[in-house]
């Protein structure tokens, strides 16, 4: 089943009279319970892409159809409610709210859904599980580890169960351990909740653990292959 | 959800909004502090007015005000005390005869309003028997002999009854206010000696003493010197009702001292019959009638009931009497909006300015948040509750300082007995005890909560521009 669709998308950036064409004629879908890494050099498009496909930039040509959403119709309003309902982000530097607790922070995005609150409680405590968290419910942001705070950034990603999560670059603050320890909870989480992941990265740890490889140069697809990853 | 993330916001960096929150608590301490200080001053002005000169509504025959001719009495004075009486809401009603004539002693003269009055009945109607400075008399009490007069402390100075003597009690009572040795001293030499006025007073020991001596104890000089000798006389002249040069000696029954030095200067009471005796007036005949109502605020609905009802007397309120009074009354509240506005407008650049800081350090994360679906309204919302907070918790720290202060002062008092001999000269009183009612504090308390908003217009605009994409990359 196809969670994500683009069709020829483009997206051409007019920066001081010099027309930079960042993502070219891509035409890539996404199937749920995808395992899938975008990589390339830097300026490839990668994270352009990855806008694209979340619905914080439009293109300037081509279609994305997410869940059956063609994201060229929706007005700007219309599209921070599709963020919400249908995408989870988890940010190369967590980006977490300061203020608010580990599990604030887990059940915000459902908070803002209006989730009824045993619900959200108990979907809270199951996601704080899952990324190895239960004891650290009450734990403010500058009171965790890169590592911690990133799971905490995954946990929040997930909860509300969207369509599909996009992780730019998650493990590019992150030690080793760390990085691998996540990847694992992400991995987990792809098999028990089906979810559908895009990674943008550089990092060859996320690239080993994908099912899919889709490669960008200069804004284009010049390889998309399936790895012998299981699934 | 939004509320309670706004309100950890503002505790985000405290240094920064305890600033802006005790900028916002001085200022309304301020405001509101200065406006129950004046404010006090309008309602003791108003107190004194309606309480020791005008009551609340008089009516007159309609020629008396201007020409104050003898015979310009009320011809059907039964009318007017029927119709008073049966007026809802008028609880006292007085007849006055008023004569204009000169005042004068061996040493002085004055033009003067002469109010005979019915003494037992001004008792309950006017508290002005309480201002008898003591020592001067006893408002008309058993002691009082044949044609007896109640005189301001004004009067009395212009007509030279009160002079000034530095007598061996006056520097006891000196010393016992705290003036030093070294001042009383100084002032040895003018012992004994007799002045006129306070004018010559003045001018004596202020040769003798430094500016800084006369400026800390000079009030206290003169009150120690102020003297009176019991049992004075004023000559009293005024034309009869056949228009002759009529007057007698009157023996002065007590000295008022009031907030106003044209009501003292001006007004002299006498028993009605008295007067009636010398004017030739006839029992019933009256030129005025006084009534007071049960309460301040009846005073703009029973007027023109009572107007309605005596067509061809006038009846003037108060508030037609003394209008400068009046509009300060009616528009009190205007008036301290207009000061509080200014100031909270003040205070709102200092609101706006942390605001739009902590938006603009906070620009990666409000990019997140509308990237993780918080629409503008949501974050509108938020920018807009900080501001709001900041304000309110200030507003109300201010509210509480001031309402502490108010509490103490009101009864303590504060005074300016330095500005007091032009505090008086327009009916206010130089002790002033702050008073505000609780009407102001809910209007401040809606203001407050607008200058909150108004003041987060600018950065929760600024922070809707923000692009997530532009701001997620800018770090």
């Known amino acids: ?231 | 959800m939004i509320t309670s993330l706004a309100w950890k916001n503002v505790w985000r960096n405290k240094t920064r909004s305890l600033t802006v929150i005790a900028a916002v608590t001085v200022g309304v301490f301020a405001g509101v502090f200065a406006m129950a200080a004046i404010n006090s001053s309008i309602v003791q002005r108003i107190d004194a007015a309606v309480n020791e000169e005008l009551a609340h509504i008089h009516v007159n025959n309609k020629e008396f005000r201007s020409s104050s001719d003898i015979q310009n009495f009320i011809q059907d004075p039964s009318a007017v005390i029927t119709t008073l009486e049966k007026t809802p809401g008028v609880t006292d009603i007085t007849g006055r005869v008023i004569v204009r004539g000169i005042a004068s002693t061996s040493a002085g003269s004055a033009g003067v309003e002469i109010t005979g009055i019915d003494i037992p009945k001004e008792l309950e109607m006017f508290t002005l028997s309480e201002k008898l400075i003591p020592g001067t008399g006893s408002y008309f009490g058993a002691d009082t002999k044949l044609n007896s007069a109640f005189i301001g402390e004004k009067l009395a100075k212009e007509l030279y009854i009160i002079r000034y003597i530095l007598t061996p009690e006056a520097f006891q009572s000196l010393e016992t206010k705290g003036v030093p040795a070294a001042v009383i001293e100084k002032l040895k030499p003018l012992e004994g000696e007799r002045f006129t006025t306070e004018k010559k007073l003045t001018e004596s020991y202020t040769g003798l003493l430094s500016g800084k001596e006369v400026k800390d104890y000079g009030m206290n000089i003169k009150e120690a010197a102020w003297s009176y000798r019991e049992g004075s006389s004023i000559i009293l002249s005024f034309l009869d009702v056949n228009g002759h040069q009529t007057g007698a000696k009157f023996r002065i029954s007590g000295i008022f001292r009031t907030n106003n030095d044209l009501f003292e200067a001006m007004s002299l009471f006498v028993p009605q019959d008295e007067l009636r005796k010398l004017t030739g007036l006839e029992e019933g005949q009256y030129h005025r009638f006084i009534a007071r109502l049960e309460e301040d605020d009846l005073t703009n609905k029973v007027t023109p009931v009572i107007r309605e009802a005596l067509p061809g007397l006038e009846v003037m309120s108060w508030k037609e009497i003394q209008t400068d009074l009046a509009m300060v009354t009616d528009y009190i509240n205007q008036i301290y909006a207009i000061f509080m506005v200014i100031i909270l407008a003040a205070l709102a650049f200092g609101i706006v300015n942390t605001m739009l800081m902590s938006v603009l350090e906070r620009t990666r994360e409000l990019g997140m948040l509308s990237a993780i679906g918080m629409n503008r309204r949501r974050i509108f919302m938020m920018i807009m509750l900080e501001s709001v907070f900041l304000s309110i918790v200030g507003g109300f720290a201010g509210m509480a300082v001031s309402a502490g202060v108010i509490a103490i002062t009101s009864r303590t008092g504060i005074n300016l007995i330095k500005y007091a001999e032009g505090m008086e000269a327009f009916g206010y009183s130089a002790n002033l005890y702050p008073t505000i009612g609780a009407d102001f504090f809910i209007m401040l308390t809606v203001m407050i909560v607008i200058t909150g908003i108004l003041s987060a217009i600018y950065p929760a605009r600024k922070a809707l521009q923000l692009n997530p994409v532009e701001a997620l990359r800018g770090e």
Not at chain 1, 25 to 38: E, N, Q, Y
Not at chain 1, 60 to 65: P, S
Not at chain 1, 154 to 183: G, M
Request: charge should be negative; glycine fraction near 6%.
């Open chain 1, 1 to 231: 089943m196809k969670v994500v669709e683009i069709n020829e998308v483009s997206k051409t950036y007019h920066d001081t009279e010099v027309e930079v064409k960042a993502v070219n004629g891509v035409t890539l879908s996404f199937d749920k319970g995808d395992f899938a890494v975008i990589v390339g050099p830097s300026g490839s498009g990668k994270t352009t892409l990855l806008n694209l496909l979340g619905g914080l930039d439009q293109p300037t040509g081509g279609e994305i159809i997410v869940a059956g959403h063609r994201l060229s119709e929706l007005r700007p309003s219309e599209l921070i409610d599709f963020r919400m309902e249908h995408v989870g982000f988890v940010f190369q530097s967590y980006n977490l709210i300061p203020v608010l607790t580990a599990a604030e922070n887990v059940g915000f995005i459902m908070n803002l859904q209006k989730w009824p609150k045993e619900k959200r409680k108990a979907r809270t405590d199951e996601m704080l599980a899952s990324v190895g968290l239960s004891d650290r419910h009450n734990s403010r942001p500058s009171q965790l580890s890169g590592g911690q705070q990133q799971r905490v950034a995954v946990a929040r990603a997930l909860a509300p169960r969207p369509e599909f999560i996009l992780a730019d670059e998650p493990t590019a603050n992150l030690d080793s351990k760390s990085a691998e320890s996540l990847l694992d909870i992400m991995e987990k989480l792809n098999r028990e909740e089906q979810m559908t992941f895009i990674f943008s990265t550089h990092d060859v740890r996320v690239m080993k653990r994908a099912r899919r490889v889709i490669t960008l140069e200069d804004g284009r697809v010049v390889s998309d292959e399936r790895t012998n990853q299981p699934a």
